[in-house]
């Protein structure tokens, strides 16, 4: 499967940005989906997750309640928005998939990626 992502940009502390991830090839129905993050001298996190369904998500501590991941399975496509941004949100996304037909969001593999959106947020 072969991800684009789309949707980064400047925006100002406490505003929002959808971020977007058009997915193309094998059946994107197949894939659990996740969004990462990088931010500058920082370890890659996993932001939110999805589940192939879309009836299961995970969220890492510091974005929930803020940010929302879905996904349009006619689309092909899963998407991140991310309301109240914070500058700590400031960084490169990258959107990637996992083989799975599971309803859990456990010990996925994420071999395929897309190339990383940049996301800053000024104060």
């Known amino acids: 499967v072969q991800l684009q992502a789309s949707g980064g940009g400047l925006v100002q502390a406490g505003g929002s940005l959808r971020l977007s991830c058009a997915a193309s090839g094998r059946s994107f129905s197949n894939y659990a989906m996740g969004w990462f993050r990088q931010a500058p001298g920082k370890e890659r996190e996993l932001v939110a997750a999805?589940?192939?369904?879309?009836?299961?998500?995970r969220y890492t501590d510091s974005v929930k309640g803020r940010f929302t991941i879905s996904r349009d399975t006619a689309k092909n496509t899963v998407y991140l928005q991310m309301n109240s941004l914070k500058p700590e949100d400031t960084a490169v996304y990258y959107c990637a998939a996992a083989a799975s037909d599971s309803y859990y969001l456990l010990d996925l593999e994420f071999p395929h990626w897309g190339q990383g959106t940049q996301v800053t947020v000024s104060s």
């Open positions: 999805i589940n192939w369904s879309g009836y299961n998500t």
